[in-house]
């Protein structure tokens, strides 16, 4: 069973940054893509940004220019850097890991933008 474990999250002031990190069992390099979703509550959970197996990125309209993914291969976890943090950007941050159409989660990490 695929395991992913997010970390990083935490309360942080609008303007400031965030770190999230998402640790997976396996080579990350087995799943076509890992992403990072985030949701709020009432809200269907929406797409963040992604980091497919050639590096591709992408991001959602919301963080592009202010949030960062990247990948560290031997150590099989994946980050979101997260800068010019706004209020709107509060959520619980989730870890997605894919293989064709099999998606794997973690169990999420909250994130609390506020003065």
């Known amino acids: 069973q695929v395991q992913m474990v997010e970390s990083g999250g935490g309360l942080v002031q609008p303007g400031g940054s965030l770190k999230l990190s998402c640790a997976v069992s396996?080579?990350?390099?087995?799943?076509?893509?890992v992403g990072w979703y985030r949701q709020v509550p009432g809200k269907e959970r929406d797409f963040v940004a992604s980091?497919?197996?050639?590096?591709?990125?992408d991001y959602a309209d919301s963080v592009k220019g202010r949030f960062t993914i990247s990948r560290d291969h031997a150590k099989n976890t994946v980050y979101l850097q997260m800068n010019s943090l706004k209020p709107e950007d509060t959520a619980v941050y989730y870890c997605?890991?894919?293989?064709?159409?099999?998606?794997?989660w973690g169990q999420g990490t909250q994130v609390t933008v506020s003065s």
């Open positions: 997605r890991a894919n293989i064709l159409s099999t998606h794997y």
């Open positions: 980091i497919n197996v050639g590096g591709r990125t």
């Open positions: 396996e080579n990350i390099f087995n799943f076509n893509s």
